[in-house]
Every structure is written in structure tokens, then in C-alpha cells.
Nanobody, 121 residues
Framework: QVQLQESGGGLVQAGGSLRLSCTAS????????WAWYRQVPGNRREWVAS???????NYDDSVKGRFSISRDNAKNTVYLQMNSLKPEDTGVYYC???????????????WGKGIQVTVSS
């Protein structure tokens, strides 16, 4: 019912920037909240940032001041602007929308397939 398309990953040198995007399509009413997670092989998937429908955002301390999450509700798209990247930011990044399929129904979590971000030292 909901398809997610992530883009914007790649290889960048330390100190560089990347902008991730994730667009939702399909049959649903509204996206309540958006979040980004990342995962390094052998580690648990960890939360990076989130933004609720009202626009308030939160960040993990490790990315605060360097990453910025934003959303375009008209395009059902979320962005993650990543500046001053560090090698420890390397990982697979996943977008995670909480989607209300119908009005009055509770939101359901969906996950993107993940996109690789590699920061070289």
C-alpha cells in the first residue's frame, strides 16, 4: 500500500555533505511522522532524527548541529541534510514514515530499503 523511494546516498570525504530524500507513494491518507535511522553491519539500527506532523524535530546527540531533517507534505517527501560528515556516520540509512492509511486509523510504521552512506577519512 505504501512504497518508499530513497535517494541521495553515496561516498563522500569527511567534512563533506550529502542530502538524503525519501518519497512515499501509494494509497494512504497522510504521513503523521517521519524518521531516519541508520545501521552499521553487526550493530543495531539506531535512530538519527525525526519530525512530527507539526514540524517539530529531534536529533540524536551524535548528529545534532550537523544534520537537519525537513519534510515536504505536498510531495510526501522527507529530507535529511547531512553536513560536516564524519567517518562514524557511515552506514545504511533508512527512512521510517508513520502512515495513517485512513482517517481516524492509528499510524503504521513503514521502512525504506535503505541507502548506503560512506564517509572516508
Amino acid at each position: 500500500q505504501v512504497q518508499l523511494q530513497e535517494s541521495g546516498g553515496g561516498l563522500v570525504q569527511a567534512g563533506g555533505s550529502l542530502r538524503l530524500s525519501c518519497t512515499a507513494s501509494g494509497s494512504f491518507w497522510v504521513i503523521a511522522n517521519w524518521a531516519w535511522y541508520r545501521q552499521v553491519p553487526g550493530n543495531r539500527r539506531e535512530w538519527v532524527a525525526s519530525m512530527v506532523s507539526g514540524g517539530a524535530s529531534n536529533y540524536d546527540d551524535s548528529v545534532k548541529g550537523r544534520f537537519s531533517i525537513s519534510r515536504d507534505n505536498a510531495k510526501n517527501t522527507v529530507y535529511l541534510q547531512m553536513n560536516s560528515l564524519k567517518p562514524e556516520d557511515t552506514g545504511v540509512y533508512y527512512c521510517n514514515p508513520a502512515v495513517r492509511l485512513r482517517a481516524g486509523r492509528p499510524p503504521i510504521d513503514y521502512w525504506g530499503k535503505g541507502i548506503q552512506v560512506t564517509v572516508s577519512s
